[in-house]
């Protein structure tokens, strides 16, 4: 499966920002979807899952109550919500995708990835 992620960008503390992961070339509603996200300096880190058919998330510790993973299998697409970001969230946000219904937290578990898209958040 093709992922592409869109919807970064430059925003102020405070605001929100929704990314979307779009998918090509395979049934994505076999496939469950991860965000990571990577900054300056740091290793790329879990952010948030979702199962194959939407009833199950996962998130980091970081990032919840304030970011929401969701999808749309007719469409193939997901998304990420992101509200009240902080300038901690800057970073190179990815989506990821793996065939299998099961939850994980771990970037290895996942083979087929999109190219990032980046997200600032200023103080």
């Known amino acids: 499966v093709q992922l592409q992620a869109s919807g970064g960008g430059l925003v102020q503390a405070g605001e929100s920002l929704r990314l979307s992961c779009s998918a090509s070339?395979?049934?994505?509603?076999?496939?469950?979807v991860g965000w990571f996200r990577q900054a300056p300096g740091r290793e790329r880190e879990f952010v948030a899952s979702i199962n194959s058919s939407g009833d199950m998330r996962r998130y980091a510790d970081s990032v919840k109550g304030r970011f929401t993973a969701s999808r749309d299998n007719a469409r193939e697409m997901g998304y990420l919500q992101m509200n009240n970001l902080t300038p901690e969230d800057t970073a190179i946000y990815y989506c990821?995708?793996?065939?299998?219904?099961?939850?994980?937290?771990?970037?290895?578990?996942?083979?087929?990835w999109g190219q990032g898209t980046l997200v600032t958040v200023s103080s």
């Open positions: 990821a995708a793996r065939s299998t219904a099961f939850l994980t937290t771990s970037a290895n578990a996942f083979p087929f």
């Open positions: 070339g395979r049934t994505f509603e076999n496939y469950s």
